[in-house]
């Protein structure tokens, strides 16, 4: 979905907050479009399709859970000065409508995961969209597409670069595809069991033929909680299926997926890149995220 947003300036408390700390916002001195990503992972897709002809930021740094951010007062000049801004959609990112209200102006906000069936999980009794699509490769085509056609509504004279850069990313995404599905051909059939810290890789294990045999968090958010209850029937799930890892980004919390690893000895890989790309290696790009979590998972698992 790509639509126009005029916002104005409210008179809350978060906003006086935010206007008297960013004041007004500084022109594009070099006149290019200003595109803003909220997520790392965004940028650098954006980055592979807008290529030198505009700069590319992310409003989260690298490393940041978009699930537990807290929003700065110069989060609102940034967006302030952008003229497009590219979001995951599927409330993934809920701390982005105060800070849409207060920056004030018109952009473009494009959608990356529009067209896009998500899958959907019980969560506090309500169903709700996943929103990690960008866990399988060929979605991220979709998202590719979307953020060109963006792209050129907001650029058209750019229009034969973005198409290029788009398609040459795309065919990337396929080939990453193709290297996933051969890397988890070492892993054996009944090994493809993910039990993940919060409900993060079902688009992952849809697309690779893996089952997700349980969570410590049943949710979408790794900010979430849970219950000695539920602890002890993922412990018992566990045994039953002979899961051979738990698996976490990061960004996550370890000490509950620590204590049912001493209940059940096995193994917890803590060092997913899920969430946010690193400042360098080893996730400083989509694709290396992806290779990077997929060596790791097949390690764990093979």
């Known amino acids: 979905m790509k639509k126009i947003i005029n916002s104005m300036i409210g008179f809350t408390a978060l906003a006086a907050l935010f206007l008297t700390a960013c004041g007004p916002a500084a022109p594009n001195n070099d006149g290019a479009l200003s595109v803003l ?79 896009v069936s998500p899958l959907a999980i019980e969560e506090d009794g309500m169903q709700v969209s996943d929103p990690h699509m960008w866990l399988d490769p060929i979605l991220v085509a979709t998202y590719a597409e979307n953020i060109r056609d963006g792209l050129i ?46 409900e993060a890789l079902g688009y992952f294990a849809a697309r690779y033929g893996f089952t997700v045999a349980g969570t410590v968090l049943s949710s979408l958010s790794s900010d979430a909680g849970t219950s000695a209850r539920d602890m002890a029937a993922l412990i018992e799930q566990i045994k039953v299926v002979k899961a051979p890892a738990i698996f976490l980004g990061d960004v996550e919390n370890p000490d509950l997926a620590d204590q049912i690893a001493q209940e059940t000895h096995i193994k917890v890989v803590s060092d997913l890149h899920l969430e946010s790309l690193t400042d360098g290696g080893p996730a400083a790009t989509y694709i290396d995220m992806m290779k990077y979590n997929v060596t790791r998972i097949v390690d764990a698992l093979k």
């Open 37 to 115: 990503a909220s997520t790392t992972i965004l940028a650098d897709i954006t980055r592979n399709i807008a290529g030198d002809r505009l700069p590319v930021d992310s409003l989260l740094p690298a490393g940041a859970d978009p699930h537990a951010y807290q929003a700065a007062p110069a989060d609102v000049a940034r967006i302030a000065k952008s003229k497009v801004l590219i979001l995951n959609g599927l409330e993934y990112e809920r701390f982005i409508e105060p800070l849409l209200k207060n920056a004030g102006g018109d952009r473009l906000i494009i959608t990356a995961s529009d067209g």
């Open 153 to 198: 509504q907001a650029d058209p004279a750019g229009e034969e670069v973005y198409k290029a850069n788009a398609d040459a990313y795309i065919a990337q995404l396929k080939d990453l595809d193709a290297w996933i599905q051969d890397q988890v051909q070492a892993i054996p059939a009944e090994r493809r069991l993910l039990v993940t810290n919060h």
